[in-house]
């Protein structure tokens, strides 16, 4: 198990950029990455990274848009998200799963954080 700290959520405007970071404490390798959760929804994969060689994943509705990174010497993870719209509100968690595993799916999950609030208003 791994103890997950998110951090930086809030409320912006449609266009402008936010920053996620979350902070890991605990032993052993693991993927880490970001879901999300909107009002009446489910909970969804928004973006992950490989501990060791820093390999990315993303949601198609973030592409381009959105960039996670790492600071290993932190044990931190970052979410930079820009041009943000009303449809990326949601609580952000951020998670931890298996090393050997692709972290895109809820079910690669072992360690969530409590969440963070982004607001996007239009």
């Known amino acids: 198990q791994v103890q997950l700290v998110e951090s930086g959520g809030g409320l912006v405007q449609a266009g402008d950029s936010l920053r996620l970071s979350c902070t890991a404490s605990?032993?052993?390798?693991?993927?880490m990455g970001w879901f999300r959760q909107a009002p009446g929804k489910e909970r969804e994969f928004v973006a992950s990274i490989t501990w060791s060689r820093g390999v990315t994943y993303y949601a198609d509705s973030v592409k381009g848009r959105f960039t996670i990174s790492k600071d290993n010497s932190k044990n931190t993870m970052y979410l930079q998200m820009n041009s943000l719209k009303a449809e990326d509100t949601a609580v952000y968690y951020c998670?931890?799963?298996?090393?050997?595993?692709?972290?895109?799916?809820?079910?690669?999950?072992?360690?969530w954080g409590r969440g963070t609030q982004v607001t996007v208003s239009s």
């Open positions: 605990g032993r052993g390798k693991y993927v």
């Open positions: 998670a931890a799963g298996s090393s050997v595993l692709i972290l895109t799916t809820i079910h690669a999950v072992h360690s």
